[in-house]
C-alpha cells in the first residue's frame, strides 16, 4: 500500500496524497468516518512552546534515563493505527516499523528481500504459493510469531468488508490461506497473480486481533504498547498530538541504535524548519517536501544537511468524472463540463508544467505525465509527440469553442444555458505548492475565459468524499509494485453507494481501462507486465480525469552533530522518510554511538534527542478513510 500522499493517499496517499488498492473493500459508511473527524480537536503546536500536554520547550538534548529519541518532524497526522484502515503515508510508515510484511524491498535497488518469509515458491500453474515463514520472528508479548498469523490476517481480509479496506486489492483473488505448520503458509489463487512477492500488508498477531469485534472502527490506539514484530513497538500515541516508538531489543534483524522513535506534526512547516536550526529536531520531512526557499536557506547552515533526490511521487490535478457510486447513484456536484473529454484536455493544454517545475518547485521536480515516478524505470511511461498534451493555450481555446464553450461579451466561456465557467479547485491550506500553482491556474485558465475560485482547507477530504468539488489537486507514493497506485482508479474501486467510502482515488471508472488493469495483475513475464502498465497510464492520460504535472524531488534536512549514518533508499540517491521499508530509521546510528557508519549511506537523516512529551499536532483523525489531508498520504 504506501503510499501516499491525497486528501484523507502504500501508499501513498492516500492527498496526502499519495496510498492504496482494490476490488472488495471500503464497505464502511462515510458518515462513521466523518463523525469520527468531527471529534477530532486541533491542535497547533510550534516547537518550543510551552502546552498543556508539553508544559515546557524542549531542546535536542539527552534524557536523563539515557535514552536516545530519534525525532522527526512530519506534516501530517494519523488517520488510524489500524494496519487494516490505514492510508496515510505517516501511518503506513509507522506499520512498517511495527510490524512485519511476508517480504521486503531492498534499499539499494528496490529488489524483492525476505521479511517474515524467508522464502517462496509456486505451482506450475502459479495459483498456489507457498512461503516458509521464519522462526525467529517474535511477537513484542513473547509469543512467536507463525504462518498462523499470516493466515489469519489474510482470511480475515478475505471475509471481513471491513477489514479489506485499505488493502483488499492483495485479497481479492485468493481462493483459500492456509497455514499447515508454524513455518508454511500456503496461498492458493483463483487466477495468476503477479504481486505475489509484493504483498505489501502488515502481518498481525491473531491472538490479540481476532478479539476485535468492527474492523472499520476499531483504530488500535487503546491497548498500548501495540503488540508487533518489527524493528520498533508502538509503545505512545495521542490523536493529532504524538506518536511514540521504542526500539525492539528482539527484532530479528537486530535492533535499531536508537532507543526510541518520535514523530511530531508542524503544520507550520516554517516552524519545523525552525526548530530544526535551533536543535529541537533534527529531522525535517515537509509538506510532503520543503519548499525551495526552505531548503536554500538550510544549505549553509552549521551542522545542517539539505537531502534532495528523486522523489517516488507524483503530483497532479485531478478532475471530478461525474463521481458515481457501484450502484450507479450519482455523488455530489461536480461541474458537468468536465464529462467532455475535450475540455478537460483543454484545461491541462493550459497548465505550462515547465513554469511549475522552474518556478514552484525551482528546478527540485521534472516534468510529469504517467503514475509512475523515472525512478521506477521498469514502468516509467511518456506520451508520444503526437499523444502529449503539451502546453498550448491557443489550442485549447479551440477545444472549448468546439465543445460549445464560447466567450460572451464579457470576455468569459458560456455554455448553452448562458453560465459563465466557474471551477472550484480543492487545495491543501498547509501546502504550499497547491496555493502557488492555483495562483497560475487563475491567470493561465482567466486568459482562457474560465474562473477559478481556490479551496484550501485543513480538511480537504470532507469534500473530496463527497464529491464536492470540480477538480483537485492531488498525489501519490508508489510502491516499487505499481499495482496499487493503479487499482485506486479501476470501477470495482468504487464506494459501494453514495453513503459508503471506496478506495477510489477520484471516482474514475473506464472499463478499457480495467482489462488492462486485470491483464497486468495475472502477467508474470516482467516485461509483458510493463507493457500492459504503460498501456494503463496511456490510457488514463488520454481520458484526461488526472493530470500529472510533476514528479517531485525528496527535498528533507536534517543535523549532522546528531546522526553519524542513515540509509537511503535507494541507497545512491533516494529519501529517507516514507521508505519502502523500515531501512532509514532501523540503521540509523547516532553521532556519538561511537559504532561508525557500518557501510549504512550518510546522506540522509536526523536524529533528536528529547525528554518528556512531544506532540504531532494536526487537524483530524479520519477512521478507514481512503483520502489523504496532506500533501503526501500514502505510502
Not at 348 to 363: E, H, L, N, S, Y
Not at 590 to 613: L, Q
Amino acid at each position: 500500500m504506501d503510499t501516499n500522499d491525497q486528501y484523507g493517499g502504500q501508499h501513498d496517499t492516500r492527498r496526502p496524497r499519495i496510498r492504496h488498492r482494490g476490488r472488495t473493500r471500503g464497505a464502511v459508511p462515510r458518515r462513521v468516518r466523518l463523525a469520527a473527524a468531527a471529534g477530532a480537536a486541533a491542535l497547533i503546536l510550534t516547537a518550543g512552546v510551552a502546552t498543556p500536554l508539553d508544559p515546557a520547550p524542549r531542546e535536542a538534548l539527552a534524557a536523563d534515563d539515557g535514552k536516545r529519541t530519534l525525532t522527526v518532524a512530519v506534516a501530517q497526522s494519523v488517520d488510524s493505527l489500524s494496519p487494516f484502515l490505514a492510508v496515510r503515508l505517516l501511518s503506513t510508515s509507522i506499520h512498517r516499523l511495527t510490524y512485519e510484511y511476508l517480504t521486503n524491498y531492498d534499499p539499494e535497488d528496490n529488489h524483492v528481500v525476505p521479511g517474515l518469509a524467508t522464502r517462496w515458491k509456486s505451482s506450475p500453474d502459479k495459483l498456489t504459493w507457498t512461503y516458509t515463514i521464519r522462526s525467529d520472528s517474535k511477537w513484542s508479548d513473547g509469543k512467536r510469531a507463525t504462518a498462523e498469523d499470516a493466515a489469519w490476517t489474510f482470511n480475515t481480509m478475505m471475509t471481513d468488508e471491513g477489514a479489506a479496506t485499505a488493502n483488499g486489492s492483495f485479497t481479492a483473488n485468493f481462493e483459500e490461506v492456509t497455514a499447515p505448520s508454524p513455518t508454511e503458509l500456503v496461498i492458493r489463487l483463483k487466477k495468476p497473480q503477479a504481486t505475489m512477492t509484493a504483498l505489501d500488508v502488515p502481518i498481525v498477531p491473531r491472538h490479540v486481533w481476532e478479539k476485535v469485534d468492527d474492523f472499520s472502527e476499531f483504530n488500535n490506539d487503546k491497548d498500548l504498547p501495540v503488540v508487533g514484530n518489527g524493528p520498533f513497538v508502538l509503545t505512545d500515541y495521542k490523536p493529532d498530538s504524538y506518536v511514540r516508538l521504542e526500539a525492539n531489543k528482539d527484532f530479528w534483524r537486530g535492533a535499531p541504535k536508537f532507543d526510541e522513535l518520535l514523530f511530531r506534526y508542524y503544520k507550520d512547516q516554517d516552524a519545523a524548519v525552525s526548530a530544526l536550526r535551533k536543535g529541537e529536531v533534527s529531522f525535517v520531512a515537509g509538506s510532503p517536501s520543503l519548499t525551495p526557499a526552505q531548503a536554500a536557506s538550510l544549505q549553509n547552515e552549521k551542522n545542517i544537511k539539505v537531502n534532495d533526490a528523486p522523489g517516488r511521487r507524483f503530483y497532479a490535478l485531478a478532475t471530478n468524472p461525474g463521481a458515481k457510486a457501484k450502484n450507479g447513484e450519482k455523488i455530489g456536484d461536480g461541474h458537468p463540463s468536465l464529462l467532455d473529454q475535450r475540455v478537460r484536455n483543454a484545461l491541462f493544454m493550459a497548465v505550462d508544467r515547465k513554469t511549475v517545475v522552474d518556478k514552484v518547485f525551482q528546478g527540485h521536480a521534472v516534468d510529469g505525465a504517467g503514475y509512475i515516478p523515472p525512478r521506477y524505470a521498469q514502468y516509467f511511461w511518456e506520451p508520444s509527440a503526437g499523444q502529449e498534451l503539451a502546453y498550448d493555450p491557443g489550442k485549447a481555446a479551440r477545444l472549448l469553442d468546439q465543445a460549445g464553450f464560447l466567450r460572451n461579451g464579457d470576455g468569459k466561456r458560456v455554455g448553452k444555458d448562458g453560465k459563465p465557467l466557474n471551477y472550484r479547485i480543492l487545495c491543501h491550506a498547509t501546502d504550499p505548492n497547491d496555493k502557488a500553482i492555483g495562483r497560475y491556474l487563475e491567470e493561465w485558465w482567466g486568459a482562457l475565459g474560465i474562473g477559478v475560485t481556490l479551496n484550501c482547507l485543513d480538511n480537504a477530504t470532507d469534500p473530496w468524499l463527497a464529491g464536492e468539488y470540480d477538480l483537485a489537486f492531488d498525489g501519490w507514493s508508489v510502491n516499487p509494485d505499481p499495482d496499487f497506485v493503479l487499482s485506486i482508479h479501476t470501477c470495482g474501486a468504487l464506494p459501494a453507494t453514495p453513503e459508503h467510502t471506496g478506495a477510489t482515488d477520484n471516482f474514475i471508472c473506464d472499463k478499457k481501462y480495467d482489462e488492462l488493469y486485470a491483464r497486468q495483475s495475472a502477467e508474470y513475464d516482467p516485461a509483458e507486465r510493463a507493457n500492459l502498465v504503460q498501456q494503463m497510464q496511456s490510457r488514463l492520460y488520454d481520458l484526461g480525469y488526472m493530470n500529472v504535472m510533476t514528479y517531485p524531488n525528496a527535498v528533507e534536512a536534517y543535523r549532522t552533530d546528531q546522526i553519524e549514518s542513515i540509509t537511503t533508499m535507494p541507497s545512491k540517491a533516494g529519501n529517507i522518510y516514507g521508505q519502502d521499508g523500515y531501512w532509514g530509521w532501523w540503521s540509523a546510528v547516532p553521532a556519538d554511538s561511537g559504532e561508525g557508519s557500518g557501510g549504512s549511506s550518510s546522506t540522509g537523516v536526523v536524529v533528536g534527542i528529547v525528554t518528556g512529551v512531544v506532540v504531532l499536532a494536526g487537524f483530524g483523525v479520519f477512521v478507514a478513510m481512503r483520502r489523504r489531508a496532506t500533501a503526501e498520504d500514502r505510502e
